[in-house]
């Protein structure tokens, strides 16, 4: 018998076991089974999303602040219909991939911006990877939780700063605001005040150490967010490092 064989048969429990898991996570969220479908839900962390947003035929806006090349909003729109969306994304090399992942959205809108508590221009440090890139210096031991130089900074722009206050309508009615700013989260709260009364939910990362110098914490995040009137609703698993827990998603709702 091949080696080839002998690995096939000892992996077939493996998969018909998270083949199994997979269809039962989905069939408790009312998805259908499918790997693409599963990649999606964990992408944009659906499993933590409040029933409401679940909803179909209920459209709603969505923010994503730190939208990167799409990848959040291609997996929301591929699980439920969008009224609209506003993606910010401050790094030009993402741009490309970002505008593909909003054709084809009806009310889809790419702001090339960086956001916080005030107008004007601010510098962005641009990370080897593009989804570590922040406005705030990297921590001088935050790589010792990850591989490779991903935090190592290779570009330094100027990039315009907008307020959400000023960019989106007062009044619109935002389902989910996901925030992805590696540390800046405190002034795109501060300058969101407007738009926050009417958002139903916040998907932000939360560190629990250290990774930009004058980063928000956990501890950080939760109390301002309770200052805007929202309490936490749930937490995915952490990704760890080897010292312990390094961050995790955290998905907040309105405490009333």
Known sequence: MSLITNTLRSLAPHVLIEQHRRKFQMGRLGLPGSKAIA????????????????????????????ANTGEFTRAV???IALAGVHAFEPQPSCHTELKQALAGLSNSHLHPVA?????GEIE??????SKL????????????GYGGGDFNVQ??????????????????????????????????????????????ALLMEVNYVPHYEGGATFDDLCEAVRAHGF????????????????WADALFVRAD
Do not use: M
């Not at 956001?115 to 107008?119: Q, R, S, T």
């Not at 389902?175 to 005040?193: F, M, N, S, T």
């Open 115 to 119: 956001v916080g508590a005030e107008a």
């Open 231 to 246: 309490r936490t609703f749930g937490i995915s698993a952490p990704y760890g490092g080897p010292k312990g827990p390094l």
């Open 77 to 79: 729109s591929s699980l």
């Open 155 to 200: 570009q330094h722009l100027k990039v315009p700063l907008v307020r959400l206050d000023d960019v989106i309508p007062a009044g619109t009615p935002i389902g989910l605001l996901k925030i992805d700013v590696q540390g800046y989260e405190l002034p795109v709260l501060e300058g969101a005040r407007e738009t926050l009364r009417s958002t139903a």
């Open 39 to 66: 990649e999606a839900v964990a992408t944009c962390r659906f499993d933590l999303w409040p029933p409401a947003l679940r909803q179909p035929g209920q459209p709603w806006t969505l923010l994503d602040v730190g």
């Open 133 to 144: 890139a922040s406005v705030l210096k990297p921590t001088a031991n935050v790589a010792d």
């Open 124 to 129: 962005l440090l641009c990370t080897a990877n």
